[in-house]
């Protein structure tokens, strides 16, 4: 299993030498970007990734926890290589894929707790990501949702019946003890204080990529 390291529940005091030493480690950095309406959380921006975009070798994965994710595609496209955004944000789905299309980015879909993935059907042929909550969003530290694992276990089936290509993530309350439980369903899974918040940072992503 591929390993993202979310970076909200990192020591933001010299954020670039914290990342340096994980960055060789981990598959992705996932960018948490919320805007205090889709979630009751701020977190940080465009300019802000544009600028340890820098210090960072691997994947960007943002994951756009905003209501309107539309207006500002374009400036987080100069940094992501991956852009997800929320079933549940106010837009136009297939639009914003397009969009997304457009900038050279690869596009992610993202549905939070109680949205199934029967919901989200007709958009899975045209997605690089889906990306499955198994936390509400809005805030690191939370406790890994059981209903999760049914929805990484449905969308692996469904790619190998209809031939489709996205990969499957998994976001929210993922260490050790909850891995194995969605390892053999995903591609990669999200880690943010399991990792951040420990005096084993290198051991922790190793363990999960282990799995
Ligand atoms: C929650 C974010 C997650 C979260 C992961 O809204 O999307 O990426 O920060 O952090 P942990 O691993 O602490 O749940
Ligand atoms: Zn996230």
Known sequence: MDVALSILTIDYNNVEKNLKPLDEYVDYIHMDVMDGVFVPNISFGYSFI??????????????????????????????????TFHFEAKSDINKTIDLIHKCNVKAGLSIKPNTKVEEILEYLPNLEMVLVMSVEPGFGGQSFMPNSIEKVKLLKELREKNGYHY???????????????ISEYVDLAVSGSYICNSATPIENVKKLKAL
């Open 50 to 83: 544009d600028s340890i975009k820098k210090s960072i070798t691997k994947t960007v994965d943002t994951h756009l926890m905003i209501e309107y994710p539309d207006k500002y595609i374009e400036k987080f496209a100069k940094s992501s290589d991956y852009i």
């Open 167 to 181: 990969l499957i993530n998994i976001d929210g309350g993922i260490n050790d003890k909850t891995a194995p439980f």
